[in-house]
């Protein structure tokens, strides 16, 4: 691809993503609708997908973005559903798409199928999430479906790998299978959780957000290469290096946080434009090189379908049967040993009982079931099937192509345009959501203020001997008064009474008093605000705070000390 071309695409690709989002629409929707009617245009170039680039370049910051997005605390309590769907479903769907097209066209040999079968397998849950978050789907629904992308992708490519190697002249054998898996998944972890370790450290001992945010875009090219270069998993490596700075993230520095966020957010929409783009410019010359190929176009296309409708129904299929068969059964083991899953304990992660997960309803696995878009993965692991096998030429390296790219665009437009009708027709909509955010968010600010005028009483007669005490008292009385003043509005925002929260009744003290001078004043706010962001982690660590609701409180932390920073930096300036 010459730079020109790259830059138009991601040009065009931002505009339509920036009308949809204006719109209100799906923007990788559209993003793949444009783009797939552009590449019918005579004239028009073909663009050809680099496997490699995919995989290392555009995959990885995708990965981790998402990943520290994701609350560690709700993942870890569906991890049993996450996992049941990021890596039983996965297998369940290639084997299945495997059998069948190997008994269709036996042409393509039962390695070639399986191959087929692992390449369409994950689904990519960008377009879903997007449209799910946009229509207010329950946050535990959000969690099972970000979740299962970060993790589907590893056990597709592991699987990808084995077949690949298979038609390359390797044995094939179920021990060997298992084996590759339990490596890619220890090495991966073991990977990404070193490099988090050694990332956090770093960046709590550095106070340049600059260069604390840069690190942070080094994490998923870094985690991902190490993790191959060892023969374990890449994606997971990416995965548990992001789902580890995310949960530590507010350890780090305030200005760190409030800069990578703008950041990501502009990476995630660029590559995700610039990869929907690359879907839809690429099937005109797919559906050109298929009908050249041993194959056929029309038999290739009559496979596409068949894999297509095998692909949607297996999903609802194991979703259902799965969920309802480990429900019983996990309901039973805990019943009588209610203590015996848990999770070791990491550097910077609480012990968190590992349970069942949060009960779905039969319309949200219909939902989670309609949610099967493929994506990146899928197009970058068909465009790196090779082009030879141990007998010689690989003929259907074309048609799984094709396949892949009929499953790809097709689960996008068909699930992707129907998916907010199903949301809507279903009722799978937590409207109460956002008010229980925020009478949880007004009642750990009000814990916070309690606190932190506890904090005052204990450590007043200390800052009087660095201070002074008329200057103390009064500033103290200022800063009580603010207290005040953030509950009153956070009460009204929300709709609630005083008695709702049982905010306390602060007393503002004698205003007449004289106040510390300007810097002193910042430096006791400065210690009360880093005393009130620990209270927050306490209580998300203690499980008592979602962890949603953490962030957008340590957000407004963040914000008053910014303000700190910048109300100094004008003073000494002037």
């Not at 709700?74 to 991890?79: H, I, K």
Request: cysteine-free.
């Amino acid at each position: 691809m010459e730079i020109g071309e790259l830059l138009l695409i991601l040009a065009g690709s931002l505009a339509v993503s920036a009308f949809a989002r204006w719109r209100g629409w799906p923007a990788p929707l559209l993003v793949v609708a444009v783009a797939l009617g552009v590449s019918f245009i005579p004239g028009v170039p073909s663009v050809e997908l680099d496997p490699e680039v995919v995989l290392t370049v555009i995959l990885p910051p995708l990965l981790f973005s998402a990943a520290l997005d994701v609350s560690f605390q709700n993942f870890t309590q569906s991890l049993r559903q996450i996992r049941r769907l990021g890596v039983g479903l996965v297998v369940v769907t290639a084997v299945a798409v495997g059998l069948i097209a190997y008994w269709l066209v036996p042409a393509l040999t039962l390695p070639g199928a399986l191959l087929l079968g692992a390449v369409v397998a994950p689904p990519d849950a960008v377009s879903a999430s997007s449209i799910g978050r946009k229509l207010g789907l329950p946050r535990r629904v959000m969690t099972v479906l970000s979740g299962e992308s970060l993790i589907n992708d590893a056990a597709s490519l592991t699987l990808f790998k084995v077949f690949v190697a298979v038609i390359g002249g390797s044995m094939f054998n179920v021990g060997g299978v298992l084996w590759m898996f339990v490596v890619a998944i220890v090495v991966g972890l073991a990977v990404g959780l070193v490099i988090g370790l050694v990332v956090q450290f770093i960046r709590t001992r550095i106070t340049d957000s600059v260069v604390g945010t840069t690190l942070g875009l080094l994490v998923p090219f870094a985690a991902y290469a190490a993790g191959e270069a060892l023969n374990g998993s890449g994606v997971l490596a990416v995965v548990a290096a992001g789902l580890y700075l995310g949960y530590n993230s507010p350890k780090t520095g305030y200005q760190t946080r409030l800069q990578e966020q703008p950041v990501w957010g502009s990476i995630d929409l660029l590559l995700e434009g610039f990869v929907f783009a690359l879907i839809g410019l690429q099937v005109s010359g797919v559906v050109a090189s298929v009908a050249q190929s041993p194959l056929g176009l029309w038999h290739s296309v009559a496979l596409a379908a068949v894999v297509f409708v095998v692909v949607l129904l297996v999903r609802p299929l194991f979703i259902f049967a799965a969920y309802y068969r480990s429900r019983s059964k996990l309901l039973s083991i805990t019943a009588r040993e209610p203590h015996r899953f848990s999770l070791r304990r990491l550097p910077g992660i609480r012990r968190l009982k590992h349970h069942p997960g949060p009960e779905l309803s039969w319309q949200e696995l219909t939902v989670i079931s309609w949610t099967g878009m493929r994506g990146v993965v899928t197009l970058a692991s068909a465009a790196a099937v090779p082009t030879m096998m141990v007998s010689g030429d690989f003929e259907g390296r074309e048609t799984i192509i094709l396949v892949a790219f009929v499953v790809t665009v097709g689960t996008l437009l068909l699930q992707g345009l129907t998916l907010p009708w199903v949301i809507r027709r279903l009722g799978v909509i937590d409207d109460a959501q956002p008010e229980r955010d925020g009478e949880q968010e007004v009642r750990i600010f009000e814990l916070s203020v309690r606190e932190t005028k506890d904090y005052i009483d204990q450590h007043r007669d200390e800052w009087a001997k660095r201070y002074g005490d008329a200057n103390l008292d009064r500033s103290i009385a200022v800063l009580k008064r603010q207290f005040e003043r953030q509950v009153t509005v956070l009460l009204e925002e929300n709709n609630l009474d005083q008695q709702d929260i049982d905010a306390p009744d602060i007393d503002t003290g004698d205003a007449e008093k004289p106040r510390l001078s300007g810097p002193e004043l910042t430096e006791l706010r400065r210690e009360l605000i880093g005393y009130r962001r620990s209270i927050v982690l306490r209580q998300r660590n203690a499980g008592e705070l979602d962890e949603e609701v953490m962030r957008s409180v340590l957000r407004g932390l963040d914000a008053e000390e910014l303000a700190l920073d910048t109300s100094t930096v004008t003073r000494n300036r002037s």
